[in-house]
């Protein structure tokens, strides 16, 4: 079946650090790649999508780039701010006979501070 | 102007309890979908419609029945409460599967 992994967390980074969490995925065919975020005491939103190999998401510094080779879609961002602070989940959707199904890792916890 | 709201935002019940969880949305999407959180912020899938038509059904007890009157509503009723169902639980809906979920802010269930 298809599922995502993202880097154990939570993790926790000074202001104006660079930011990596890891997710790679198994899938079959060509899935969707996500991330979404989570702000204390809200539901998800999504922070950027990719639908094909060698794309690019963005959104508000932050990056995904759709690697099939490694079956990984890693989120980055050059700078964080305490405003960050979230639970960060990566996702897939492969259709097929998971149709309407949005499959999510675990969440990453991220803390930024001052 | 919530695009999808849920009610109520959070409930705190007692053991074996039947309750109901009601979701909105005003997004004209055609797939709506019940997400459950535990603490350790694991979501997992629970159901999920499609033009009022049952499409997903993940392995949930057979306590927890969706109702979808209409497309732009899908709400929860669990009968039984149990301390292990106290969780976050999500609605969320898409106009379809492959492109952006919108979610509820949550309600929160205790069971005491």
């Known amino acids: 079946g298809n599922s995502v992994t993202q880097m154990e967390g939570p993790v926790t980074l000074s202001e104006e650090a660079f930011l990596t969490i890891n997710c790679t995925y198994t899938?079959?065919?060509?899935?969707?790649l996500f991330w979404y975020v989570q702000y204390p005491g809200e539901g998800l939103q999504l922070l950027l999508k990719a639908t094909k190999a060698d794309d690019k998401g963005s959104n508000k510094g932050f990056e995904a780039t759709y690697r099939k080779e490694t079956t990984s879609f890693h989120l980055e961002k050059g700078s964080v701010q305490v405003s960050d602070s979230a639970v960060y989940f990566c996702?897939?959707?492969?259709?097929?006979?998971?149709?309407?199904?949005?499959?999510f890792g675990q969440g990453t916890i991220l803390t930024v501070h001052p | 102007d919530t695009a999808v709201s849920q009610t109520p935002k959070y409930l705190v019940t007692q053991m074996g309890n039947d309750k109901s969880i009601k979701c909105e949305q005003n997004l004209g999407h055609d797939t709506m979908y019940w997400y459950k959180q535990d603490s350790k912020k694991f979501l997992k899938i629970m159901f999920s419609?499609?033009?009022?038509?049952?499409?997903i059904n993940e392995t949930v007890p057979n306590r927890f029945s969706p109702k979808s009157p209409d497309k732009a509503h899908l709400n929860l009723h669990i009968n039984s409460l149990e301390l292990g169902d106290s969780a976050v639980y999500f609605c969320a809906s898409t106009r379809a599967p492959n492109t952006e979920a919108f979610f509820g802010q949550g309600t929160r269930l205790t069971v005491v």
């Open positions: 419609y499609n033009n009022k038509e049952l499409i």
């Open positions: 996702a897939l959707y492969a259709g097929g006979t998971s149709y309407g199904k949005l499959t």
């Open positions: 899938a079959t065919g060509y899935p969707s």
